[in-house]
């Protein structure tokens, strides 16, 4: 059974940094093409960064391009989300998600974990 387990989330001010995490089990490291994703209030869920799993390329998101990064532990099978320079427009619930395929239907998502920033 495929788990993903976000956790990281907080409240900072503007300018502060915050490093998410993907926990994910049930599978072997490399298996699904995992992304990270937002969703604020009111808005749609969009996809902030293409992980590059799987063997799919490295995609950001215009809005957070030279802010955030992506890593990734294999061993302990997690992703991480450095979020730096943090601004209020990046307010929102984050969420890993699992795809079978580059750029496909997500799969498994996780539970999610807040991120807020106040100005």
């Known amino acids: 059974q495929v788990q993903l387990v976000e956790s990281g989330g907080g409240s900072v001010q503007t300018g502060g940094s915050l490093r998410l995490s993907c926990a994910a089990s049930?599978?072997?490291?490399?298996?699904?093409?995992m992304g990270w994703f937002r969703q604020a209030p009111g808005k749609e869920r969009e996809e902030v960064a293409d992980?590059?799993?799987?063997?799919?390329?490295?995609v950001f998101a215009d809005s957070v391009k030279g802010r955030f990064t992506i890593s990734q532990d294999d061993a302990k099978n997690t992703l991480y989300l450095q979020m730096n320079s943090l601004e209020p427009e990046d307010t929102a619930m984050y969420y890993c998600?699992?795809?079978?395929?580059?750029?496909?239907?997500?799969?498994?998502w996780g539970q999610g974990t807040q991120v807020t920033v106040s100005s």
């Open positions: 998600g699992a795809r079978a395929y580059c750029g496909g239907p997500v799969r498994y």
């Open positions: 992980t590059g799993t799987a063997g799919c390329r490295i």
């Open positions: 049930g599978y072997t490291s490399g298996t699904y093409a």
